[in-house]
């Protein structure tokens, strides 16, 4: 029987990632990194590059465009509108949670 290794990283929202650790764990170079917070897909904190911070959702979410551009061959504006359709389905999953809470 053929033996299968998984690895990954934990993070919770709170964890704070730089340029560069956000960059590693992706595989990708920081311009590509740089490019995302370009078009508005991730919003670092820091004054510059060199101090910017990443949450632990911007790795999903950064993980999720090299998915969507692998995959689909989706462009970056096409990732940015289905990151912010997920984020809408999410928000209204949530919403209907409550809803159904309160029946």
Known sequence: MKQITISGILLDDEAELSL????RACRVHADWIIELVD??????????TAH?????????RAR???RLQHDLDVNLSGAALVLDLLDEVESLRA????????E
């Open 39 to 48: 078009e508005g897909i991730l919003e670092p904190t820091g004054e510059d």
């Open 52 to 60: 910017w911070h990443f949450s632990g959702t911007s790795l999903m």
């Open 64 to 66: 999720t465009v090299l």
């Open 95 to 102: 919403r209907l949670r409550l809803f159904d809470k309160q």
């Open 20 to 23: 560069g650790d956000l960059s």
